[in-house]
């Protein structure tokens, strides 16, 4: 699996970028699917992975440090001017505001959810 880094299209649209770049879509396709071009929340952000097969988990983890990660996971992290959706993948964070990179953005509080490429049955 590879992650093709997507830059988010507005301040808003954090979560679409994610979801484009971990389930290899266009922003454009998941904001259609969603109906939604403004911030996502987490009810959104699970039933669309859980749709197109990946596995999120139920349990929100608090993180402080990059070695805590698994190696798949959608992230919540409390930014200086808002909560943000991240991703977090073999090692490295796609982040759709600050782009590639080696450790978490600036951010406070920090949450996990662990994910999963699956089959679709």
């Given at each position: 699996?590879?992650?093709?880094y ?5 301040e ?5 970028a994610?979801l484009?770049m971990?389930?290899d879509k266009t922003?454009d396709?998941?904001i259609?699917?969603?109906?939604n ?11 669309t992975f859980?749709k197109?097969?990946?596995?999120i988990?139920?349990e929100?983890?608090q993180?402080?440090d990059?070695?805590?990660?698994p190696?798949f996971c ?23 505001e600050?782009?590639i990179m080696?450790d978490?953005p ?5 949450y996990y959810?662990e994910?999963?490429r699956?089959?679709?049955?």
């Amino acid at each position: 699996m590879e992650i093709k880094y997507i830059h988010e299209p507005t301040e808003l649209q954090c979560g679409q970028a994610v979801l484009a770049m971990a389930l290899d879509k266009t922003v454009d396709e998941i904001i259609e699917y969603l109906g939604n071009e403004r911030e996502t929340d987490l009810k959104e952000m699970k039933s669309t992975f859980r749709k197109f097969g990946i596995y999120i988990s139920d349990e929100r983890v608090q993180v402080n440090d990059k070695s805590q990660l698994p190696g798949f996971c959608l992230l919540s992290l409390e930014t200086p001017r808002c909560w943000h959706w991240s991703l977090f993948f073999d090692g490295k964070f796609y982040d759709p505001e600050h782009g590639i990179m080696n450790d978490f953005p600036v951010s406070g509080r920090r949450y996990y959810w662990e994910l999963e490429r699956r089959q679709i049955t």
